[in-house]
């Protein structure tokens, strides 16, 4: 199964990644994540990014692309899948994916498109902020980032959509809540023919 996870800061992706990873058995592969543990190791990476973690801004695509690319290319199983969370975050990243996978895997199954108001995103990273102290949390980093989402990453949706890609699930609930909506819409995957014979 090779999936993205796309929504906006404070969606639930990381929660949503894990148990989608726990369920079915493909590893999550979380942008956001990998930057965090190169910063926290002082990298020469970690460096280059950690002024725009910090700001709430996109770490520019080439370095995002060579990590993602180490990544994909030395620790993915083409027959089992992962799960990609948090990238792409822009189009330019999307067709890099896409020639990427092209030469490699072959292409995405799914996009799953996390949907929540921004009210309830902003509430969400403030309680998080509270609870997991990650270096972006702030109230301003938080606004800016769903800002840069709104600019670079949601014209992803219509990419995905031409591409007959996207699966739009509502994001709002408890963890469970969307879980459940995420596996119907997963199950679509797993049993192609449910799909086939829905109208
Ligand atoms: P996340 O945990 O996915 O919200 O990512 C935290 C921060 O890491 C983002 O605000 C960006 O600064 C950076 N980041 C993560 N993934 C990407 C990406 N695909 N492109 C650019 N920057 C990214």
Redesign the pocket.
Known sequence: MRLVLLGP?GAG??TQAARISARHGVPAI????L?DQQISAGTALGRR?EH??RA????P?EI?LDMVAERLTTSVDCEVGFLL??????VP?AEALDRMLGASCGPLDLVVDLVVGEDEVLERISRRAVSEGRR?DTEQTARR?LKVFAAETAPLRSHYAEQGLLRSVDGSGSPDEVSARIEEVLAAVAHPEVRASRP
């Open positions: 800061p992706k990381g979380s942008t956001g994540q930057f990014a725009y973690v709430g801004e996109l770490v695509d995002v969370d948090g990238f792409p975050r822009t990243q972006d980032r």
